[in-house]
């Protein structure tokens, strides 16, 4: 079953402590994989397309790189209004859609 | 401005009632899309359409209808609603089917 897991479900920074997000997946052949965030009550908003194995994307205080199984959002010196849901997705085997993880929650307090 | 726009955002209705959420985007996009998102279960894809005319089921399609008759617009039709069906709905828009989507602002609806 094609499969894409974010981890951790949640995380809570503080102002300028860097750390990363993880998202694996199971979809062989993997044609994509995405990024985006979500306010709450919002509609998620694109950040980040990666294809290949060792590409890697920035904006501001983000980066994502990849790798053959996995992708990580690193976050630098997070401020507070990082604070959102961060949701990774790749193509279904058919590529017919997108599936998407369930979220990593960033709280960032000052 | 490129957007994709859904109407109503807020919707409360009894259980029965058809409804119907609309969307429409102006980027010229083949590709549409429903999720519904739920607490614990993330988004999950309702219906597609990969063009005028053409569409298909995604994970969770009991209960709902979609039609694309012109390319902008992509309405999500619930015949008889059920308290089930409460959920924070989207619509979503891109150029191909596993490229960048857009999101729309969402629809918030409650069924009692």
């Known amino acids: 079953e094609d499969q894409v897991t974010q981890s951790p479900e949640a995380l809570r920074l503080q102002e300028g402590e860097s750390s990363s997000l993880n998202c694996s997946y199971t979809v062989s052949g993997l044609r994509g994989l995405f990024w985006y965030r979500q306010d709450p009550g919002k509609g998620p908003e694109f950040l980040f397309t990666?294809?290949?194995a060792g590409e890697e994307k920035e904006k501001e205080r983000l980066k994502a790189t990849l790798t053959k199984k996995e992708s990580f959002l690193h976050i630098t010196a997070p401020k507070p209004e990082d604070s959102a849901t961060y949701l990774c997705?790749?193509?279904?085997?058919?590529?017919?859609?997108?599936?998407f993880g369930k979220g990593t929650t960033l709280s960032v307090s000052s | 401005e490129a957007q994709v726009t859904q109407n109503p955002r807020y919707l409360i209705t009894v259980t029965g009632k058809k409804l119907t959420v609309t969307c429409s985007q102006n980027m010229n996009h083949e590709y549409m899309s429903w999720y519904r998102q739920d607490p614990g279960l993330g988004l999950r894809q309702i219906y597609y359409s990969m063009n005028v005319e053409v569409t298909d089921k995604g994970d969770v399609p009991e209960g709902y209808k979609v039609s694309r008759k012109e390319k902008r617009n992509f309405p999500l039709i619930l015949e008889s609603p059920s308290p089930n069906q409460t959920s924070l709905y989207f619509c979503?828009?891109?150029?191909?089917?596993?490229?960048?989507?857009?999101f729309g602002p969402g629809t918030r609806l409650t069924v009692t």
């Open positions: 979503a828009s891109s150029l191909g089917r596993v490229t960048e989507q857009y």
């Open positions: 990666l294809y290949s």
């Open positions: 997705a790749g193509p279904n085997q058919a590529g017919t859609a997108l599936i």
